[in-house]
């Protein structure tokens, strides 16, 4: 018997259920390799447009670094409108049908992206800010969205943090999608509240308050504070504020806002227009009789009350003599309080009708009372008379009388 037949009565020779069981699973094992190859497939296909994404992102990345280059390069003098594709951020001189005035993009940066998606940019310039808005549409396969891809177009695009470290270019850059559309846009502008980083050169303007951290900000020039100023210690050469609240504050003068001709000098003179004090104590010690600057006012050791009169410390209540003297034309004293005493050492004679003119030892700062006393001829006293010119240095006295000479002294006082 040949070997084919034997094999055929061996199989022959199985059971009929048997025979079933093996047709099953063979069957089953078919279907589970036909699921398998299926999920390779698709996952194979999914990740070739994740792929396709990232390569699309990463086009879009640069087409935004240009963007950022175009707007700090040419600012708000750049060509403003609706700009289709890439050539018009491509040199027109070295590439072929380039339209831009610069280098931005190489020449063989393409016109278009994978999954579908394309270039179109608005720009835009007015009060100073210049904002480039791109719109690329949603990423498709075969005319079929795929919004669940825009995630990663716009994750490459916007890039990682390492990006915004060293902005060159001072432009502020967001790309978005819309989570149902899958639509991807980008935004690059230079406006200033949009600015990741402040500007070295002070033409960033801060929109927000910032939290050092108890860190500190050291060697400042100036400091212009619009609300208070809280703090433990401040420390200043001149500080200029509505309010202060702080619990020390450490600086040289403290001078009126409203009138610099106001100020506090601790340490030094201050100078106030008015001061409603509940208690002051003097810590210095004067003699009466000393020299000051007059209207100071102290005290002696023992704490009696001292004004400055005249250059004087004078007690409250009781003057003294500051100094006193003569000359030619008589004696002198003057008072703490600058009250002024002057007389003749010799007698003088006037004939009849006579008039003499005396000048004083010193000046008087007011005119003086001037009394003449007779020495002879009592009895004609009232036939003297005094004639002030009026003035602070002289005096004129005359004997106005019909007869007789008169012997005189004179007493002049005042301030």
Not at 26 to 39: C, I, N, Q, T
Not at 240 to 258: F, H, L, Q, W
Request: hydrophobic share 35%; net charge positive; glycine share 10%.
């Amino acid at each position: 018997m040949s070997l084919k037949r034997q094999r055929s009565r061996s199989s022959m020779s199985l059971p009929r259920a048997a025979r079933g069981y093996v047709l099953i699973a063979s069957l089953f094992a078919l279907s589970v390799f036909s699921v398998l190859g299926f999920v390779a497939t698709q996952n194979s296909i999914q990740q070739t447009r994740i792929d396709a994404a990232h390569r699309a992102g990463t086009m879009g990345a640069q087409f935004k670094q240009a963007l950022r280059a175009l707007i700090a390069r040419e600012g708000t003098g750049v060509t403003t409108g609706t700009f289709t594709g890439t050539n018009w951020l491509k040199d027109s001189g070295s590439c072929a049908g380039a339209t831009g005035s610069a280098r931005y993009l190489p020449c063989e940066f393409p016109n278009f992206l994978p999954l579908e998606l394309a270039y179109s940019t608005v720009v835009t310039s007015a009060g100073g800010v210049v904002t480039a808005t791109v719109s690329f549409g949603t990423p498709s396969v075969g005319g079929n969205s795929k919004p669940a891809l825009a995630g990663e177009v716009v994750a490459a695009i916007n890039g990682t943090a390492a990006d915004y470290s060293t902005p060159a270019t001072q432009t502020y850059y967001a790309a978005n999608n819309n989570v149902t559309t899958g639509a991807i846009s980008l935004m690059v502008t230079n406006a200033q509240e949009n600015l990741e980083f402040v500007k070295v050169n002070g033409t960033s303007t801060i929109t927000g308050d910032h939290d050092w951290n108890n860190f500190s900000i050291s060697n400042l020039r100036n400091l212009g504070v619009n609300g208070t100023v809280t703090a433990g210690t401040v420390t200043a050469t001149s500080i200029n504020a509505t309010s202060i609240s702080a619990g020390t504050v450490t600086t040289s003068r403290t001078t009126d806002r409203d009138n610099n001709g106001y100020y506090s000098d601790l340490s030094g003179t201050s100078r106030l227009n008015y001061a409603n004090i509940n208690l002051v104590r003097l810590s210095n010690n004067y003699a009466a009789g000393g020299g000051c600057s007059t209207k100071q006012i102290g005290t002696t050791n023992t704490g009696e009350f001292l004004s400055c009169v005249n250059g004087v410390w004078t007690k409250a209540g009781g003057m003294t003599i500051t100094s006193a003297g003569s000359n030619s034309n008589g004696l002198w004293r003057i008072w703490s309080d600058g009250y002024k005493e002057m007389w003749s050492t010799s007698t003088f004679t006037l004939s009849s009708q006579q008039t003499r003119t005396h000048s004083f030892p010193k000046h008087f700062s007011q005119t003086p009372i001037v009394t003449v006393m007779d020495v002879r001829r009592v009895d004609s006293l009232l036939n003297v008379s005094l004639r002030s010119t009026p003035t602070t240095s002289t005096f004129r006295a005359t004997n106005s009388g019909g007869c007789c000479t008169k012997t005189y002294m004179w007493r002049a006082s005042g301030y």
